[in-house]
């Protein structure tokens, strides 16, 4: 295969036709919002290779309701995710998400595929989407399209479910039951431009005022975005009050230590874990209609 | 490839490899050198370019996504007339010392005065939250934009 080649699919049909030369083809790299690829390709002095342009592909950038659920196109940005009226009330979480990642022009370049399908144990959207249960569909080059649990097709750091001939090109998000709230919060370095240290996302369904459903995840703790079981547990059938916050901060501090027993930053994170935990909480219960 | 974009204001065909970065289509090929390379990492936003009139750094872009599309740097926004303002509210403001960061700054700022004619404070930092100053003059820098005359 030429090196240095471009392909820049406008349709999903070109797009199954470059993922045919994908799939016999060497050194191909999909580039979206290229934030992630350009560090990459720096890193490893990377110098010929080819490379799949998603940004000329208007369909995997829409963000659309549909019946049962929410489709995002794989392409969009961080900015697209973080206006979207349609994610602010169907998936707060992630729409939270978008809008912490990176900067201003990483946010109008970075892609919520990308994010996903790089599969860093920081990504901000990926602890976001498990937390509102969201699937991935991916497209191969025979033009057939299958779905899976987001939580599923992430096995570990930079290691994913998908197949060399695949492509990213929906993210759903399903509605929940309403009243549904979710909310996302992390800690970096610094205030803002920041790779989360831990983040944490929550969803939560009441009823006659108190927890129905729950779910929470934190990233930055492991391999992948991880799922606080015993967190989640323990709120169903509680009241959203001082009492059950406090509870829930031991134990995300437990938490921590459960998934990160050996490694020096459990000092940092078993503290920081309690901010990130506050910060939904009190999202959530400010956003509560009583 | 050939690439077909317009480059501040005017319609340019040109070959060039498609997977060059845009920052060294921009300074190599085109001859804008106010477009400054810092870490190459899409971090301290010194390459920061208006893409569609959005701001994004040109160290993450690839030449060849730009096929089709608008580019802006700030050698275009003189050219339309549209720099005098932004630059009189720098220099008034004492907001350029080394001046790395300053085109970087001056894009990212025109980019948020595309969306928002009247930023409060915090919109500007947000704005302006990708681009590192290491003569560390934040605050005069947005002093600067929140007194640009429009």
């Not at chain 1, 703790?221 to 709120?235: D, F, L, N, R, S």
């Not at chain 2, 960061?101 to 001056?106: E, K, L, Q, S, V």
């Not at chain 2, 009247?118 to 302006?128: G, M, S, Y």
Request: proline letters at 3%; charged letters at 25%; aromatic letters at 6%.
């Amino acid at each position: 295969m030429k090196s240095n080649a471009f392909y820049a699919p406008e349709t999903v049909q070109e797009l199954i036709e470059v993922l045919k030369l994908k799939k016999e083809g060497r050194d191909f790299y999909f580039v979206a919002g290229a934030t992630d690829f350009a560090i990459h390709i720096k890193k490893h002095g990377i110098m010929d290779y080819t490379a799949i342009d998603l940004t000329h592909l208007d369909e995997l950038k829409r963000i659309e309701a549909r019946e049962g659920f929410v489709e995002i196109g794989a392409a969009a940005t961080m900015a697209r995710l973080e206006e979207s009226d349609i994610l602010r009330s169907h998936g707060n979480a992630l729409a939270e998400a978008a809008g912490r990642v990176g900067s201003t022009q990483i946010r109008n370049r970075a892609t919520i595929g990308g994010n996903i399908v790089n599969a860093s144990q920081s990504a901000d959207t990926v602890t976001a989407s498990c937390a509102l249960g969201a699937t991935v569909v991916l497209l191969n080059s025979e033009g057939e399209l299958r779905e899976l649990p987001l939580e599923e097709f992430i096995i570990g750091i930079g290691h994913t479910q998908i197949n060399s001939d695949e492509v990213l090109v929906k993210v759903r998000i399903p509605y929940g039951r309403k009243p549904e709230y979710s909310s996302f919060s992390k800690i970096g370095s610094r205030k803002s431009v920041a790779i989360s240290k831990i983040n944490c996302a929550a969803k939560i369904i009441f009823k006659d005022n108190c927890v129905a459903e729950a779910t929470m995840y934190f990233g930055s703790i492991g391999p992948k975005a991880i799922k606080a079981a015993v967190m989640e547990k323990h709120c169903i059938g509680r009241a959203w009050d001082e009492k059950l916050l406090a509870e829930l901060l031991e134990l995300g501090s437990l938490q921590v230590d459960q998934a990160i027993p050996t490694r020096p930053s459990r000092y940092y994170k078993r503290i920081a874990v309690k901010g990130v935990i506050s910060d939904v909480f009190n999202d959530i219960a400010q956003r509560e209609v009583i | 490839m050939i690439i077909n974009a317009v480059i501040n204001g005017e319609s340019i065909e040109k070959e060039c490899n498609p997977n060059k970065r845009l920052i060294d289509f921009l300074r190599d090929d085109m001859e804008l050198l106010s477009v400054k390379e810092g870490c190459g990492e899409g971090e301290c936003g010194s390459c920061t370019v208006l893409l569609d009139k959005e701001a994004v750094t040109s160290c993450t872009v690839l030449t060849g996504q730009i096929n089709g599309h608008e580019v802006t740097t700030v050698e275009g926004l003189d050219a339309m007339g549209e720099l005098e303002p932004i630059m009189e509210s720098f220099i008034s403001a004492g907001a350029v010392q080394c001046g790395y960061c300053t085109p970087g700054m001056i894009i990212s700022a025109k980019a948020l005065l595309y969306k928002n004619p009247n930023p409060t404070d915090e919109e500007i930092k947000r704005a302006l939250e990708g681009n590192l100053c290491r003569c560390t003059g934040y605050n005069k820098i947005i002093e600067a934009v929140r007194n640009i005359k429009r």
